[in-house]
């Protein structure tokens, strides 16, 4: 498609609903595998976009948040460490980006519940000392910005039941869960 159309044939120009769906095909390879190369390549396909609009300022091109949040439940499929790291950094990518002033990109409760997944997914791989420590400051941070009035960041049942499976392992876990549960069930009553 995207040869297609640097050859002049502007009638299959592709924009960011085409190459979310080929992220989304990428990713879905590797389920039955247990491979990553797919989501690897789902990747790709995201950086490559950041820098066809970098030097494009190509709207139709611009990766959006479901664009990230395609590859970062992608990874969170994977179940390794390295996986939920490269899911985390794609979040402190739009984080950043939404800082900078881009509005779109502002991360809502989906990707992190999606970090919190791949945690989830990586306990056996990174450790439970490794999960904790990650899994309480996305969750954490997410409780505080929805305490804070960002209603986007309002954890859900999901996200919830992803950082219970993450800890059911750790002592401390469970009950900071709980305390966490509470201070958003607390603002939602209010």
């Known amino acids: 498609?995207?040869?297609?159309?640097?050859?002049?044939?502007?009638a299959v120009k592709p924009d960011v609903?085409?190459?979310?769906?080929?992220?989304?095909?990428?990713s879905s390879s590797d389920t039955a595998s247990g491979e990553?190369?797919?989501?690897?390549?789902?990747?790709?396909?995201?950086?490559?976009?950041?820098?066809?609009?970098?030097?494009?300022?190509?709207?139709?091109?611009?990766?959006?948040a479901t664009a990230y949040?395609?590859?970062?439940?992608?990874?969170?499929?994977?179940g390794t460490e390295l996986a939920a790291l490269r899911a985390e950094r794609l979040l402190g990518r739009m984080e950043e980006l939404y800082d900078?002033?881009?509005?779109?990109?502002?991360?809502?409760?989906?990707?992190?519940?999606?970090?919190?997944?791949?945690?989830?997914?990586?306990?056996?791989d990174a450790g439970k000392d490794v999960v904790a420590e990650h899994f309480d400051e996305l969750l954490s941070t997410a409780v505080e910005k929805y305490e804070s009035g960002d209603d986007s960041m309002r954890p859900t049942d999901i996200t919830f039941s992803y950082a219970t499976k993450a800890m059911?392992?750790?002592?401390?876990?469970?009950?900071?869960?709980?305390?966490?549960?509470?201070?958003v069930i607390l603002k939602t009553s209010v």
Do not use: F, H
């Open 69 to 78: 949040s395609t590859v970062i439940n992608a990874w969170s499929e994977v």
């Open 17 to 26: 609903v085409a190459y979310t769906l080929c992220m989304r095909a990428w």
């Open 36 to 64: 990553s190369s797919g989501v690897e390549r789902a990747e790709a396909i995201l950086t490559s976009m950041e820098e066809r609009y970098r030097q494009t300022a190509d709207w139709d091109i611009k990766p959006d």
């Open 100 to 124: 900078d002033g881009d509005d779109e990109m502002k991360p809502t409760i989906i990707p992190v519940t999606a970090c919190i997944k791949a945690w989830s997914n990586a306990a056996d």
């Open 1 to 10: 498609m995207v040869e297609q159309y640097e050859d002049g044939n502007d």
């Open 168 to 183: 059911l392992n750790d002592t401390y876990g469970p009950d900071r869960i709980a305390v966490l549960q509470d201070r």
